[in-house]
């Protein structure tokens, strides 16, 4: 399973259709969970995400401080974690960043870009790249 924690709702339903599809694409391939987190500071949003994260969960962070990886090199990263039994859960922050605490906890961090996103237009960016990630592990064709 895939649990994708987020800080924040999405109210525009042209950014909600989006992330509704791509969470139907993905299901072809594996269960998505998208929790949301209500906006607050950032140490009750690390609160709040760090009770949303079991034990069991290999913790990414979605950071520009992270590492940069192309599409195959995320698809190959996300297979092996997967492969590890383990749930893979991804943590896209609120507009302060992540708090220390969820930094602390997580086992790994990704850097998607050096630029900088509104976070609604992120997690539709993300769950493509999450789909596409399925597509090449499948050895599928992806219209572009």
Known sequence: MIKIIVVGK???KYFVEAVNEYIKRLS????VNV????DSNKKDEGNKIISKISEKDFVVTLDIKG???DS???SRFVNDKLSDSRNLTFIIGGSDGISNDVTSRSDYSISFSNL?????LFRVMFLEQLYRAFKINNNETYHK
């Open 67 to 69: 590492k940069g990886m």
């Open 116 to 120: 900088t996103f509104p976070h609604k």
């Open 72 to 74: 195959t090199k995320f």
């Open 35 to 38: 929790i949301e987190i209500k």
């Open 10 to 12: 999405i109210k525009e």
């Open 28 to 31: 072809k391939y594996i269960k």
